[in-house]
């Protein structure tokens, strides 16, 4: 995966011209950063979530409908929202939670299971209200 954030890294920087190379440098930080959350320091990929996060949101809010975007953008999102709540940084973790839960839509199965995880950061950050306003939806 490394080889393939540097690879992309390096056309994105050749031809900034072309969108997609910028779009598969976020992809690919997700997917490092999803292996670098697996190993003896799971912290160490938040960089790479935020990363993801920043390369991906504008071109998933400008266009939703390319999957493989969204997909990696969601992702991103759960994996920094998972890693802030281990940290205690609940506040910050709600923010990722809400990005997720953002972008599924109502109907998907697991969207009540994610608006559940925000309600708990909520919670835990000490924003009662916004909590329960969550568990109501």
Same mark, same amino acid.
């Given at each position: 995966y490394r080889r393939d954030l540097e690879a992309s890294e390096r056309l994105a920087a050749e031809f900034p011209g072309v969108p997609e190379y910028r779009h598969r440098v976020g992809r690919a930080a997700y997917a490092v950063g999803s292996a670098v959350a697996e190993g003896p320091r799971p912290a160490d990929a938040l960089p790479l979530y935020d990363r993801a996060v920043e390369l991906l949101a504008g071109p998933v809010a400008a266009n939703p409908a390319v999957r493989l975007n969204r997909d990696a953008l969601r992702n991103a999102y759960w994996g920094r929202a998972e890693l802030l709540s281990a940290a205690s940084r609940h506040a910050d973790a709600a923010a990722a939670?809400?990005?997720?839960?953002d972008?599924?839509?109502a109907d998907q199965g697991d969207h009540a299971v994610f608006r559940a995880s925000l309600a708990e950061a909520l919670l835990a +950050?000490?924003?009662r /209200?916004? +909590?329960?306003?969550? /568990?109501?939806?």
């Open positions: 939670w809400r990005g997720m839960v972008l599924i839509p +950050a000490g924003d /209200a916004a +909590a329960a306003a969550e /568990a109501r939806k």
